[in-house]
């Protein structure tokens, strides 16, 4: 390892904490795979980031049977796979796909 001076530090820093943001990076791309089929399960702040809503928001949708969940105890979560389905369902068809019939 070679020896940093005192002016050579900054520079040292800012490489170093470049590399920190890469190893960041890879530990979250690593920890988001998943296998294929697996599901995921995500908890209400998760769901809300995921689907854009304030939490508020959601608690409504879960009250009145609109969105698909899961209580297990006093704590709510939601499937990623399930939400995704939630979500195509509100999906519009296109005029092309209206005029051939699909």
């Known amino acids: 390892m070679a020896v940093i001076t005192f002016e050579q530090l900054p520079e040292a820093v800012s490489q170093l904490f470049a590399k ?3 190893i960041e990076d890879l530990l979250l791309q690593h ?3 998943q296998t294929p089929g697996e599901d995921q399960f995500l908890t209400i ?4 980031e ?3 809503l304030e939490r508020q928001t959601i608690y409504g949708l879960v009250s009145s049977a609109k ?3 899961m ?3 006093k704590r709510l979560y939601f499937s990623k796979n399930e939400l995704s389905a939630w979500i195509k369902t509100g999906r519009k068809r296109t005029i092309a796909e209206i005029k051939s019939g699909l």
């Open 45 to 48: 702040e998760q769901a809300c």
């Open 71 to 73: 209580k297990k105890g």
């Open 20 to 22: 920190v943001e890469k």
């Open 67 to 69: 969105i698909p969940c």
């Open 31 to 33: 920890n988001c795979k």
């Open 50 to 52: 995921f689907l854009k």
